[in-house]
């Protein structure tokens, strides 16, 4: 059965620090993977996702993740936080679309 | 870009009345939906999965009596909290999945509503 897994519930972050929010899955096949980032009372909005090749993805607003078969994960990161990237980020495993438990961002001015 | 357009935006509703949320698709045609609910500060939960012309499939422990769906078109979906009691505040959310072209590559893109945050009374 398909899982998906963000261990770290709550991470704050200096603005202009790096962020790296992590996500392990569990999937028999080569999954489809999403990061979707939802602000308070929004709907989500897609980051990025990976379908094959490159195992470095590209999203918006300066985002990227990286898909590692060997651990399972596919954890995102933007180099330089903004104050507007504070939000609750989730990752998703495609198909039934099952969402991990979420991670909230905090980002400290 | 897709659109999806879910309503009513907010609901409040009294305990024993029924509700009725509604998902569109805007400018495109939607041969899968997924229906999630949402609790404060917790991840999205996929309640059900919905495909056009056919019966819903639900997802284990969730009542498929209390949590109607209807996939009536290509373009609209709807789910209708029966009966609804304060437990069933929650904020609930729908997704599209659009349909692809035979011979291309799926698209597992879903497109999201902006959400039903449905109060009872």
């Known amino acids: 059965a398909q899982s998906v897994t963000q261990p770290d519930i709550h991470i704050t972050v200096s603005e202009g620090a790096s962020l790296e929010l992590r996500c392990n899955y569990s999937?028999?096949?080569?999954?489809?993977l999403f990061w979707y980032v939802q602000s308070p009372g929004q709907g989500l909005q897609l980051l990025l996702k990976?379908?094959?090749?490159?195992?470095l993805v590209q999203g918006i607003k300066g985002f990227e993740a990286e898909f590692k078969r060997s651990q399972s994960s596919f954890n995102l990161r933007k180099p330089s936080v903004h104050w507007s990237d504070a939000a609750e980020y989730f990752c998703a495993v495609g198909g039934g679309m099952r969402f991990g438990a979420g991670t909230r961002l905090t980002v400290k001015p | 870009g897709a659109v999806v357009s879910q309503h009513p935006s907010r609901v409040i509703c009294k305990s024993g009345t029924s509700v009725k949320i509604e998902c569109r698709s805007l400018d495109f045609q939607a041969t899968t939906m997924f229906w999630y609910r949402q609790f404060p500060k917790q991840s999205l939960m996929l309640m059900a999965t919905?495909?056009?012309?056919?019966?819903?499939?639900?997802e284990q422990g969730v009542e498929k009596d209390k949590f109607l769906i209807n996939h009536a078109s290509l373009t609209l979906s709807t789910l209708t909290v029966t009966s609804a009691h304060p437990e069933d505040s929650s904020f609930y959310i729908c997704?599209?999945?659009?349909?692809?072209?035979?011979?291309?590559?799926?698209?597992?893109?879903?497109?999201f509503g902006s959400g039903t945050q449905l109060s009872v009374l």
């Open positions: 997704s599209a999945k659009r349909g692809w072209p035979v011979g291309r590559p799926p698209d597992e893109k879903l497109f």
């Open positions: 990976y379908f094959s090749g490159d195992t």
């Open positions: 999937y028999g096949a080569t999954p489809y």
């Open positions: 919905s495909n056009e012309g056919s019966k819903a499939t639900y």
